[in-house]
């Protein structure tokens, strides 16, 4: 499967922000699907996921209530609404997909969010 990742950019605090994925090349309903990012000088973290189904997502707790993962299984594209942003959200994000737990072999390109106080 590939991915393309789109919809970064700059954003003041407290503001708001959707990411897209658009996934081609196979069935895009065989994809648990995740959402990482990695700040600079850091290392690549865990934002969030959600099941083939979308009928479960889990999060990490430093966006937990303020960012919502979604997908649309017509559309092949997972999405992550970001509200509340804050300064230390910036990061280029990376969406990627697996089959079977625990890693993502499939990577998207990321998009870089900037988030300005």
């Known amino acids: 499967v590939q991915l393309q990742a789109s919809g970064g950019g700059l954003v003041q605090a407290g503001g708001s922000l959707r990411l897209s994925c658009a996934a081609s090349g196979d069935t895009f309903n065989n994809y648990h699907l995740g959402w990482f990012r990695q700040a600079p000088g850091k290392e690549r973290e865990f934002v969030a996921s959600i099941t083939e189904s979308g009928s479960r997502t889990y999060y990490a707790d430093s966006v937990k209530g303020r960012f919502t993962i979604s997908r649309d299984n017509i559309k092949n594209t997972v999405y992550l609404q970001m509200h509340s942003v804050k300064p230390e959200d910036t990061a280029v994000y990376y969406c990627?997909?697996?089959?079977?737990?625990?890693?993502?072999?499939?990577w998207g390109q990321g998009t870089l969010v900037t988030v300005s106080s």
């Open positions: 990627a997909a697996r089959r079977a737990p625990p890693e993502y072999p499939y």
